[in-house]
T-cell receptor
Framework: NAGVMQNPRHLVRRRGQEARLRCSPM?????VYWYRQLPEEGLKFMVY????????ESGMPKERFSAEFPKEGPSILRIQQVVRGDSAAYFC????????????FGPGTRLTVT | AQKVTQAQTEISVVEKEDVTLDCVYE???????LFWYKQPPSGELVFLIR??????QNEISGRYSWNFQKSTSSFNFTITASQVVDSAVYFC????????????FGSGTRLLVRP
């Protein structure tokens, strides 16, 4: 059973470009969470999705950030017009049908904005 | 409001020493879950343990043990006979039924085990 997959592992974007981060949850998991880890900081919740639904986006910046989890395919975290402050590690996590269970994390995508 | 505090920013020990990582949490919910995750230098996050608020039994898994005390809102983590491979950042986290189970992380404790 493959773990949570994220790609790309490393992404370099120039200021103003768009960044697309992908996450495939573990097989059988229907809950996806995105977290951001700024350099030398802890992890902060961004958004929680189930298939075709955003359940909680209270941690998402109001502008430039969006997320989706379509019926088919991976969850996507999209950052438009990236700025240097977006440089961080973005982690995706998934949990099984009961979301109270532990979340399993992907390896993360390290975004660098130049 | 929910909050997780890991007051120890960094701990350095010599191999084979025992070390305890502290975690204090705040929540208004009666049903909640506590977790520990390990982040080694390679950067991934490794799940270690999950505890629900109704189960205060301590747990031991090999060299790892956890002490959950609701009376002091603490969920401490002890590594016995530490090894160099235990060097990592350890995060304590809280999730609540009323907050969509999102993980609220502490700021982490960096553990360095010296040979």
């Amino acid at each position: 059973n493959a773990g949570v997959m994220q790609n790309p592992r490393h992404l370099v974007r120039r200021r103003g470009q768009e960044a697309r981060l992908r996450c495939s949850p573990m097989k059988g998991h229907s809950h996806v969470y995105w977290y951001r880890q700024l350099p030398e900081e802890g992890l902060k919740f961004m958004v929680y999705l189930q298939k075709e639904n955003i359940i909680d986006e209270s941690g998402m910046p109001k502008e430039r950030f969006s997320a989706e989890f379509p019926k088919e395919g991976p969850s996507i975290l999209r950052i438009q017009q990236v700025v240097r402050g977006d440089s961080a590690a973005y982690f995706c996590a998934s949990s099984p049908t009961d979301p109270s269970y532990e979340q399993y994390f992907g390896p993360g995508t390290r975004l660098t904005v130049t | 409001a929910q909050k997780v505090t890991q007051a120890q920013t960094e701990i350095s020990v010599v191999e084979k020493e025992d070390v305890t990582l502290d975690c204090v949490y705040e929540t208004r919910d009666t049903t909640y879950y506590l977790f520990w995750y390990k982040q080694p230098p390679s950067g991934e996050l490794v799940f270690l343990i999950r505890r629900n608020s109704f189960d205060e039994q301590n747990e031991i898994s090999g060299r790892y043990s956890w002490n959950f005390q609701k009376s002091t809102s603490s969920f401490n983590f002890t590594i016995t006979a530490s090894q160099v491979v235990d060097s990592a950042v350890y995060f304590c986290a809280l999730s609540e039924v009323d907050s969509s189970y999102k993980l609220i992380f502490g700021s982490g404790t960096r553990l360095l085990v010296r040979p």
